[in-house]
């Protein structure tokens, strides 16, 4: 299957820091990827898709000003957590569309976990 | 009602025994359905996708119930290894793809 890097894949950091994941798509182009959050026995929440060469698209809750993202090309996407609070501490996991045969699918990433102090 | 449901367990079974999940979805224009497993502290991982006749793939068979709304994951034979919670996700129609997943159903199996 396709696969999708992301890194760092774990991060500490001081509070009122801000924090840069990238998502990777390596063996294929993905025009849209999205970015989740999963907080421990929680279901996967979506925050935002992330278009290539366009803004994103957020969900409802989720702060734009806040959760930064940039889809520069076909198989980047970052995600900037701007003045991070521990209330931002949660793995977040970033996946990437790919087209297998005339079924759309998404692959993973392995996830980065921040923690916030 | 939530778009994607799913009982979260957990599912607690011995090993060989024959344990079955259900996934409900409330978008009946909802086109694509699939099943992931989700390890502890890891990323879900595509098990296998659901189609309209129904799919196996080894011990693992998907079914799709458009009329009643659900998807289910039937495991035979399982494996300690099957361990793990097991996610659905539902494909939104209209060319957007914008999967909705459920909270996972948990399974534990045991010696």
């Known amino acids: 299957g396709a696969v999708v890097s992301q890194h760092p894949s774990r991060v500490i950091c001081k509070s009122g820091t801000s924090v840069k994941i990238e998502c990777r798509s390596l063996?294929?182009?993905?025009?849209?990827m999205f970015w989740y959050r999963q907080f421990p026995k929680q279901s996967l929440m979506l925050m935002a898709t992330?278009?290539?060469?366009?803004?994103?698209?957020?969900e409802q809750g989720v702060e734009k000003d806040k959760f930064l993202i940039n889809h520069a090309s076909l198989t980047l996407s970052t995600l900037t957590v701007t003045s991070a609070h521990p209330e931002d501490s949660s793995f977040y996991i970033c996946?990437?569309?790919?087209?297998?045969?005339?079924?759309?699918?998404?692959?993973f990433g392995p996830g980065t976990r921040l923690t916030v102090l | 009602r939530k778009e994607v449901e799913q009982d979260p367990g957990p599912f607690n079974v011995p090993e060989g025994a024959t344990v079955a999940f259900n996934c409900t979805y409330s978008?009946?224009?909802?086109?694509?359905f699939f099943w992931y497993r989700q390890d502890c502290r890891k990323e879900p991982k595509l098990l296998m996708s659901v189609y309209s006749s129904g799919n196996e793939d080894g011990r693992f068979t998907a079914q799709l119930n458009r009329a009643s709304q659900y998807i289910s994951l039937l495991i035979r034979d399982s494996k300690l290894s099957d361990s793990a919670t097991y996610l659905c996700a539902v494909g939104s129609s209209g060319g957007s793809y914008i999967p909705t997943f459920g909270r996972g159903t948990s399974l534990i199996v045991h010696p």
């Open positions: 996946s990437a569309r790919a087209r297998i045969g005339s079924t759309d699918t998404q692959y």
């Open positions: 978008n009946s224009a909802s086109q694509s």
């Open positions: 992330s278009n290539e060469g366009s803004k994103a698209t957020y």
């Open positions: 063996d294929f182009q993905a025009t849209t």
